[in-house]
């Protein structure tokens, strides 16, 4: 008797914490690992660049017409030949992108040897960017 009044209890309790259904709204949950695009100036997309790519320098200037001009170091950290594609997103003061976005340029790098990489923004709304560096292909 016992085991029927227990295993009724259990099959109860069962049912009824698996009708509650959660309730909104939900705020939503902050994570860096998909936001680097938005937080970052100089971007790593793969596995592979990670390793090695990475950037010595940046620097920016605003020219007479208004325009952003950014120069990057990026450097090879391995001892062989490597060719990576760069491209860089400019972005208005809020962070958005303001449709000015280069074209990916493949970049040929000696074994530990760092290059100068020069994007200049088509309009004078940019005040800031994202410099992204992925893989050949």
């Given amino acids: ?17 698996g009708c509650q259904a959660p309730t909104g709204p939900f705020a939503p949950q902050d994570t860096t690992k ?16 990670q390793t090695s790519v990475t950037c010595t320098g940046l620097q920016q200037r605003t020219a007479a017409d208004g325009r952003l001009e950014v120069v990057a ?47 200049v923004s088509m309009n004078a709304s940019a005040r800031d960017y994202t410099i992204r560096v992925r893989q050949a292909r």
């Fill in 73 to 119: 170091n990026v450097k090879n950290r391995e001892a062989r030949r490597i060719q990576v594609q760069i491209a860089c997103v400019f972005k208005d003061a809020q962070g958005f992108s303001t449709g000015d976005e280069t074209p990916w340029q493949t970049l040929i790098l000696g074994e530990n040897t760092t290059e100068a990489v020069r994007f």
């Fill in 1 to 17: 008797m016992n085991k029927i009044v227990l295993f009724t209890a259990l099959t109860t309790a069962t049912l009824l914490a």
């Fill in 34 to 49: 998909y936001t680097l695009e938005n937080t970052e100036k100089f971007v790593l997309m793969d596995a592979a660049v």
